[in-house]
């Protein structure tokens, strides 16, 4: 095995996808393996490689991790993206929790029943215009600086900007109202990893698609 990060889940964003962003934020290059067949994914487990029996799985340093939380703290500790002391990384875990909270409706859209989607959707685009995206608005004009703490690259940005496009995906004039947001956005895709990382052909993976939610299904059937 060489020296990258191994990442084990679906082809597909899921619970992986920050991970991916991250990795690729902090310029680190990596491999990957998808799950198939629930088969793959009964070896893993039987063979004691999941801890609490589920992915992501991201081999890093000799560990195999497994939980996003403590995958992506890891990483950002890594890669100097945590702050420069903990009050700074309190702040970087709370914009982040908030950021995962959002994105946790954006993971689920995918499996909504046919007559909850409009609904669903509705809620995305409410919880961003109204409760999460003016905390990052407020944030960002009250300092007056480019990053989200510490005016300095962190994870806390890399989550964001995740968050920004996968919204705009479904709702495509979400930041018409948050000109500091816009802002934000286009700098930080101008970040050369950031940049690097939007180009067609990379580890990035596209909206969740049928086939994505049929392959989920099978692999984690109970």
Do not use: C
Request: a positive charge.
């Amino acid at each position: 095995m060489s020296g990258k990060p191994r990442l084990t889940y679906l082809n597909g964003r899921g619970r992986m996808e920050p991970i991916r962003w991250l990795l690729a934020a902090a310029g680190v290059e990596f491999e990957e393996v998808y799950l198939e067949t629930k088969e793959q994914y009964d070896k893993l487990i039987k063979d004691g490689f999941l801890l609490f029996q589920q992915v992501p799985l991201v081999e890093i340093d000799g560990m195999k991790m497994v939980q996003t939380r403590a995958i992506m703290s890891y990483i950002a500790g890594k890669y100097n993206l945590y702050g420069k002391d903990l009050k700074e990384r309190a702040l970087i875990d709370m914009y982040v929790e908030g950021i995962s909270d959002l994105m946790q409706m954006i993971l689920m859209f995918p499996f909504s029943p046919p007559d909850a989607k409009e609904k669903n959707l509705d809620s995305i685009k409410e919880r961003a215009t109204n409760r999460y995206f003016p905390v990052f608005e407020k944030v960002l004009k009250q300092h007056g600086q480019d990053f989200l703490v510490g005016n300095k690259f962190s994870w806390a940005d890399v989550q964001l900007m995740e968050a920004i496009l996968a919204v705009e995906e479904k709702v495509p004039t979400v930041l018409s109202g948050f000109p500091q947001l816009q802002v934000f956005k286009t700098k930080m895709s101008n970040v050369p990893t950031i940049k690097k990382f939007l180009q067609p052909g990379s580890p990035r993976k596209p909206p969740p698609d049928a086939h994505y939610v049929e392959t989920v299904l099978k692999v984690f059937k109970k």
